[in-house]
């Protein structure tokens, strides 16, 4: 898979603002933080297709992005954001319920963890979550570049671990700063869409 052409579709708090169901979508979770704009700009080619936050969970919404006029890569708000008020995080679930359960064209949520550290709680627990919608099983570490090469063999079996991944299920290690691990990725959505 090669992204040529990327457009920002809708930018949704609630339902009634996603733009139609129907064409395939990936989407992406992971705490605040943890690269997923950078991971999208890169993805995409694009400098600013997501905001590379200054302020780490503020963005409270879900972002719909149109690729090759063919999918959609859906970028989901981040969680675990110390200074979010509980209003906000309850605004968080209710956002993420409505779009993970009732979502036709939803193939697969890639979830996102650091590699420096084991899942955090949150982690867990939205990994559990994609877990009962069925749409687990693709894994990204992030920020690869800044462990050793034994300490990232070492991270990625704690993951594995941690998150329960059976032998099918992938986790792939990227870094949007050194620009490794994007072409597997981008594999891993190619074979998603055409399963
Ligand atoms: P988001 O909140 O998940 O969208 O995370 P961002 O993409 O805004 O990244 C959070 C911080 O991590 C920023 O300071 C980024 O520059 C940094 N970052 C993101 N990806 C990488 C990476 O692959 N390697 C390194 N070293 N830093 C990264």
């Given at each position: 898979l090669k992204i040529n052409k990327s457009e920002l579709e809708a930018i949704a708090?609630?339902?009634?603002?996603?733009?139609?169901?129907g064409p395939a979508e990936i989407a992406f979770a992971g705490r605040?933080?943890?690269g997923k704009s950078s991971l999208l700009n890169l993805l995409t080619g694009r400098?600013?297709?997501?905001r590379v936050s200054g302020?780490?969970?503020?963005?409270r919404t879900i972002n719909f992005y149109r690729i090759n006029d063919r999918f959609r890569i859906v970028d989901l708000p981040g969680y675990?954001?110390?200074?979010?008020s509980k209003s906000v995080s309850e605004d968080w679930g209710q956002m993420m319920e409505r779009y993970l359960g009732t979502?036709?064209?939803?193939?697969r949520v890639i979830q996102l963890v650091d590699?420096?550290?084991?899942?955090t709680r949150q982690d867990l627990q939205m990994y559990e979550y994609l877990r009962h919608y069925g749409l687990d099983g693709v894994v990204v570490a992030t920020k690869?570049?800044?462990?050793s090469r034994n300490e990232q063999a070492k991270n990625l079996a704690v993951i594995r671990k941690e998150l329960k991944l059976g032998p099918e299920d992938i986790l792939l290690p990227v870094s949007a700063l050194k620009r490794t691990g994007t072409e597997q990725l981008l594999d891993v959505i190619e074979k998603v869409l055409e399963e």
């Open positions: 708090v609630r339902p009634a603002q996603y733009p139609p169901d605040s933080n943890v400098k600013n297709l997501a302020a780490p969970g503020k963005t675990g954001y110390a200074k979010v979502r036709e064209g939803l193939r590699i420096r550290h084991a899942p690869a570049d800044k462990v």
